[in-house]
């Protein structure tokens, strides 16, 4: 369980005024003034001289006191003591009563003498005695009117400014600083979730942005390590309105809360249908979210705890919520993220819910579960079946966010055209239901502001969420990946086609761009070849070492997905070898994109093969073309040949249309194991250009298929020369063709695209992406129609 450390000081809030003191602090019971503070009935002074007046002789006693002594000023608050009247502005008709008051202190004595001298000396001059003449109090009169109200204006600001500062300071301790990294919070519990009086979006230091301004804008504030899209992070409010949490903190339902820190508002919270005789069973750690102009559009819910699966669906079933989006794997770092609250296969109850599994489609990003949901237990009144399907994102990583959000678009749109329109809300959830869930819902709703104003407003709308769920978007780098996604879209768009518009879309494509000199196809290739190259990402292709193992100095594999391979003993850098995991459509590491082997790198080529498990073999080269060599051969032309511990065999060789299938027996000697590999040496591939037709490449990707499913679903290892142009147009083919026989739809664009933010120069040249819209357009027309493809 996540613990919250005790809150920090806040400094002053955004806005406050600069020039004013802090406030001072609370005593119990009482409220002690500061020091630089009068009290209220000292704020009309009276008049003070630098220098008392010469004494005047006495012509006569005073007279006694009309009224009695003011007494000494409390620096207490006592609410039954008088205010005494004020001092008289203007000299009386008649002859004035001088006044007295006991001094507090020796100045006030002073003061006390002075201020007694003046009613005998206005007195004496009306009498004529001829001491003095008698003196213009009007200056000094407008004086004194003028510091009145100078201090009435001064203790009312500051009277405002402590009650701002006490709501601030108690924000304060809900603020930004309590999140942490990874979807981890703190512990304190909180009681309730001060908000600001005012809107969020009304903070006009970050606006809305126009579309076009978004890549500038993006690429400034990511300058200095985002040092500007922190400040923006840190800059988002906890909330926007006084909130309180007080079904959450019932002793009842602290058990079903996930996270202490983590609690609904009660203004927003999910109420489920109470059980009879079950207290508190309306609560579920849920809350209702808006999404872009569509109020209570989503539940962002905590990932289920063992002891709330039935309560989920209930929620579900009540909410009648036709699709769940988790963004949470099961366990992450070993840690329980989400309770399994689905049964693998058949059907399972929870509570008076029974769930039955129709189908499971497993993808390379996300998986599609389809549920049957059907309430149980009222015989008299039998509930229809409902249809739930449940999207789950599993591309997270379990630090940080994707890589890319090319994943997260395609997830997001698949949600989008599946939930029906009679649907309730579509329900989200990762494991607490504030970090990747807020991200999730962000996204979604800023896609759908940036197509109806074109224009985005991430920090309003994260604010405004903010008032129905605690710290949604829970990291900067959450907020990051959003804006990311976002220009993903916009810069590239929904590049995905259905099979029946291929044909159009490419006749479409070969006419010019208004504007400029080349075709849709040459400026979609364009857009390709701009993808940065992080050539800071290949340290160890890059290593002394290493560089005599490259083939070709340009093409180094990137060190999140390089191939690892195990260290020789007693030898250093021997764990690389030029090539790279490459995600297919099903699932991640489909392939190993991999350079021809050297002849000095040939050992480390079947150490790959051995430790990966890879059983099948795709060459795209010829051992030399144009007189040059362009792959070491790694196999032997008859019987067995050894490299290091791994013995390889030719078994059999057959010779097909385009292409020769070799056979192999591999045998690790120092484990004493052997496994059957297959090679399959494509030869369609002309030394110059592309292929003719796309018909080899079809046959060879459905004899590799076919030997996947025999062999089981290990990285099918792909090679040319260089690992690059061929090797990524057979992986770019192989990906697009798999994804139109499942769902008739293909995306040429994104799926290059991927690939080479996977791998510097995947489909190497332009004729290289022409030929794969060329193949799949052939593919599809030796089909006569759309159900062939399923």
Aim: hydrophobic share 35%; glycine share 4%; aromatic share 8%.
């Amino acid at each position: 369980m996540i613990r919250q450390s005790a809150p920090r000081q806040r400094p002053p809030p955004p806005g406050a005024p600069a020039h004013l003191p802090r406030p001072p602090p609370r005593t119990a019971g009482r409220r002690v003034p500061a020091a630089s503070m009068p009290p209220p009935w000292r704020l009309l002074p009276p008049l003070r001289w630098s220098r008392p007046p010469p004494p005047q002789p006495p012509k006569s006693p005073p007279a006694p006191p009309s009224s009695p002594p003011m007494p000494p000023p409390s620096r207490g608050r006592q609410a039954s003591t008088p205010v005494p009247p004020a001092t008289p502005l203007l000299p009386s008709a008649t002859t004035p009563t001088p006044r007295t008051a006991a001094p507090s202190t020796p100045a006030e004595a002073t003061e006390g003498n002075v201020s007694a001298t003046l009613p005998s000396q206005e007195t004496s001059s009306a009498s004529h005695n001829g001491n003095s003449d008698r003196r213009d109090e009007t200056p000094i009169i407008a004086v004194m009117v003028a510091l009145s109200s100078l201090l009435v204006i001064v203790f009312i600001i500051i009277v405002l400014y402590m009650l701002r500062f006490k709501k601030y300071k108690q924000a304060g301790s809900h603020s930004n600083s309590f999140r942490l990294p990874n979807g981890r919070a703190d512990d304190a519990e909180p009681q309730s979730m001060p908000l600001l009086a005012r809107s969020p979006s009304t903070n006009r230091k970050y606006p809305p942005l126009p579309v076009d301004k978004l890549e500038e804008e993006i690429n400034r504030r990511m300058a200095d390590d985002n040092k500007l899209f922190r400040e923006e992070f840190n800059a988002l409010p906890a909330c926007p309105i006084q909130a309180t949490c007080e079904a959450a903190s019932k002793e009842e339902n602290k058990e079903k809360n996930r996270y202490v820190n983590i609690l609904p508002y009660d203004h927003s919270r999910v109420h489920l249908t109470p059980v009879e005789g079950v207290p508190d069973s309306d609560y579920i750690n849920a809350s209702f979210i808006n999404g872009y102009q569509e109020k209570n559009k989503f539940i962002a819910a905590q990932g289920p705890k063992e002891e709330t699966v039935n309560d989920f669906w209930r929620m579900i079933w009540e909410q009648n919520t036709a699709t769940i989006v988790m963004v949470t794997n099961l366990k992450e770092r070993k840690e329980c993220k989400c309770a399994q609250y689905w049964p693998d296969q058949g059907c399972w109850t929870y509570g008076n819910i029974r769930v039955s599994v129709e189908d499971v489609t497993v993808l390379v990003d996300y998986t599609v579960r389809k549920f049957c949901i059907q309430q149980v237990g009222d015989v008299t009144n039998k509930k229809p079946q409902r249809l739930v399907t449940q999207f789950h994102f599993t591309s997270w990583p379990d630090f940080g966010v994707p890589f890319t959000p090319i994943g997260m678009l395609k997830f997001l749109k698949k949600v989008k055209t599946c939930n029906p329109q009679y649907a309730g809300a579509i329900v989200v959830h990762c494991s607490a239901g504030v970090g990747r869930t807020g991200t999730f819902i962000v996204i979604d709703a800023m896609l759908d502001m940036m197509h109806a104003e074109r224009k985005v407003d991430v920090y309003g709308f994260v604010s405004r969420i903010r008032a129905q769920r605690c710290q949604m978007v829970q990291t900067d780098m959450q907020y990051v990946f959003i804006y990311q996604a976002l220009l993903e879209h916009y810069l590239y768009g929904d590049t995905e086609l259905e099979v029946t518009s291929l044909e159009i879309h490419l006749q479409k494509i070969y006419n010019k761009v208004p504007g400029t000199s080349s075709n849709g196809l040459e400026e979609e290739f364009k857009k390709l070849t701009s993808i940065k190259i992080q050539n800071d990402k290949m340290r160890t292709g890059n290593l002394p070492a290493n560089m005599k193992k490259n083939r070709v100095l340009q093409i180094i594999p990137y060190e999140f997905n390089r191939v690892i391979i195990p260290v020789k003993r007693g030898e250093e850098n021997t764990d690389y070898v030029n090539a790279s995991f490459i995600d297919g459509y099903r699932q991640k590491d489909s392939y190993i994109a991999s350079q021809g082997p050297l002849q000095h790198t040939i050992e480390d080529f079947w150490r790959m093969i051995w430790e990966w498990k890879s059983c099948s073999i795709v060459m795209l080269t010829e051992l030399e073309e144009r007189g040059q060599e362009k792959c070491a051969q790694y196999w032997p032309s008859d019987g067995s040949v050894s490299y290091g511990d791994i013995t390889v065999e030719l078994k059999k060789e057959e010779e097909c249309e385009s292409y020769t299938v070799r056979d192999l027996l591999v045998t690790n000697t120092r484990e004493n194991k052997s496994r059957q590999i297959r090679q399959f040496h494509f030869h369609g591939w002309p030394e110059v250009g592309i292929p003719s037709d796309g018909k080899g490449m079809i046959n060879i990707i459905a004899a590799v298929q076919k030997q996947q499913q025999q062999s089981g679903n290990h990285p099918i290892t792909v090679h040319c020369s260089a690992g690059a142009g061929r090797t990524g147009t057979f992986c770019a083919l192989s990906t697009v063709l798999e994804r139109v026989k499942a769902e008739g739809i293909l995306d040429v664009f994104q799926t290059v695209k991927s690939l080479r933010l996977q791998r510097p120069h995947m489909v190497q040249t332009l004729e290289q992406y022409e030929f794969c819209y060329k193949v799949v357009q052939e593919y599809i027309d030796a089909f006569s129609d759309y159900a062939n493809f399923k």
